[in-house]
């Protein structure tokens, strides 16, 4: 069956470093998403990509994140200089249309030390 | 950023309990409400996308129920069994492209 994966599945990394998050999405799928879960809170939404440029994004997806998809398969979400408040765990999901259901990968996660 | 109300927070039933939990969101500008299931160390997996008032769905022992005019969804499990143990997230999209998640609704089912 097809799936979202997901890389690295665990990161750490000093505060003010650079990070990118790594998914490939379902092949045929045109809409791809970022979420986030920092522990013990609810998952909230990044950003949504779709035809190739940000179609929404939330007030957490400041000017230190970014996404591109850069060769038609990879969705990557870089984080350009980390704070501790960043360490949470990273969702990739994509979709095939805006009506139907969410595939998720089995998340990324970030600690900033 | 519209909130999307789950309660109760954590729920722990007996095995063979039935059980069910709420969702609450804005009636206004809605376009469709889902339902996941989140087993620790996994991913979200839908169970349900329902977009009409007065859905009603079911896979197996789930069932969920749709109000859009009051803005309430209803999860039921009958029969919990132990591996029907996770959190279970209910997510409303009202326009636009983002699902906007509540905090969730821990189930402990225990034999």
Redesign the interface.
């Given at each position: 069956e097809p799936e979202?994966t997901q890389t690295p599945s665990h990161q750490v990394t000093q505060m003010g470093q650079e990070v990118i998050l790594r998914c490939v999405p379902i092949s045929n799928h045109l809409?791809f998403?970022w979420?986030r879960q920092i522990l013990g809170?609810?998952?909230?939404?990044l950003v949504?990509f779709?035809n190739n440029e940000i179609?929404?994004k939330?007030?957490i997806f400041d000017d230190q994140f970014s996404v591109e998809r850069p060769d038609g398969s990879n969705f990557t979400l870089k984080i350009r200089s980390t704070k501790l408040e960043d360490s949470a765990m990273y969702?990739c999901a994509s979709r095939l249309d805006?009506?139907?259901?969410?595939?998720?990968?089995?998340?990324s996660r970030l600690t900033v030390l | 950023i519209l909130n999307v109300e789950q309660s109760p927070q954590s729920l722990h039933v007996q095995e063979g309990d039935s059980t069910n939990f709420t969702c609450s969101f804005p009636s206004s500008n809605f376009y469709a409400l889902h339902w996941y299931r989140w087993e620790t160390a996994k991913s979200p997996e839908a169970l349900f996308v329902m977009t009409l008032n007065g859905d009603e769905k079911k896979k197996g022992r789930i069932s969920a129920t749709l109000n859009t005019k009051e803005g309430y969804s209803y999860l039921y499990i009958k029969g919990s069994q132990p591996e029907d143990s996770a959190t279970y997230l209910c997510a409303f999209l009202f326009s636009g492209y983002a699902l906007n998640f509540g905090k969730g609704t821990s189930l402990l089912v225990t034999p």
């Open positions: 979202v809409y998403y979420y809170q609810k998952v909230e939404f949504s779709y179609s929404e939330s007030e969702f805006r009506s139907g259901e969410l595939f998720f990968g089995e998340g | -």
